[in-house]
């Protein structure tokens, strides 16, 4: 009959485990960004939420655009996200910060501040190819 190959299974990154676990359980801030930005609703720019940026995991990210969005609660620490922030700057990423707080009472600015940070590109800032 047919000729079977053994596959070992593939081993799983555990940053992206991390990720996917992460993406399970968002904090309610997290929650409220998606819904402005899942599905292309933000003037029709692809962002991923939870998604591993070399050793980091960023909160959303817009790949096309390379631009990160990161909401922080009150547990952050200002010293990791400086070197956090320089390390994706150093990958051509532009991070936006948002305290989880100020973002929740007043989203329209956060994704105001999240549109000017885009060029206008094609035609306009929702315009992507594809992906």
């Known amino acids: 009959?047919?000729?079977?190959?053994?596959?070992?299974?593939?081993?799983?990154?555990?940053?992206?485990?991390?990720?996917r676990a992460m993406r399970k359980a968002p904090t309610s801030a997290e929650a409220l960004m998606w819904r402005f930005l899942?599905?292309?609703?933000?003037?029709?720019?692809?962002?991923?939420?939870?998604?591993?940026?070399?050793?980091?995991?960023?909160?959303f990210v817009c790949l096309y655009h390379r631009l990160v969005v990161e909401l922080d609660g009150p547990f952050h620490d200002p010293e990791?996200?400086?070197?956090?922030?320089?390390?994706l700057n150093g990958q051509g990423f532009r991070v936006l910060r948002f305290a989880n707080a100020e973002f929740q009472s007043r989203p329209e600015l956060a994704l105001e501040a999240i549109l000017a940070a885009l060029p206008a590109v094609h035609g306009g800032v929702g315009h992507q190819p594809g992906g």
């Open 38 to 59: 899942r599905g292309r609703r933000l003037e029709g720019l692809k962002f991923r939420r939870q998604a591993t940026v070399g050793p980091y995991i960023v909160d």
């Open 1 to 19: 009959m047919g000729r079977f190959e053994v596959v070992e299974p593939r081993q799983v990154n555990p940053k992206l485990r991390q990720a």
């Open 80 to 87: 990791r996200d400086a070197v956090r922030d320089a390390f």
